[in-house]
């Protein structure tokens, strides 16, 4: 997956000219991150990106259990 170029706090809580200008990024850029963002605070935005990534962590943990558990399955089935 493709990493962004830019952190959530730079996405929020900076004027529009002032960050198309400064972050050289162009206005569709902006108005996507304003509707993903929108009417969040820095800390708001700062949490919700690290239960993203826990929720992603967990999303492959689960993944792997799941993996492990059915292969134990079928060494149990082959056995018997």
């Known amino acids: 997956m493709k990493r962004k170029r830019f952190s959530v706090e730079q996405m929020v809580g900076v004027p529009v000219a002032e960050l198309i200008r400064k972050v050289g990024i162009s206005e569709q850029t902006f108005y996507r991150w304003k509707k993903q963002y929108v009417g969040l605070e820095v800390d708001q935005v700062r949490q919700m990106k690290q239960l993203q990534e826990e929720n992603t962590r967990l999303k492959q943990l689960v993944a792997e ?10 060494v149990l089935r082959k056995k018997f």
């Not at 259990?65 to 079928?74: C, E, G, P, W």
């Open 65 to 74: 259990l799941s993996l492990d558990k059915t292969m134990l399955q079928d």
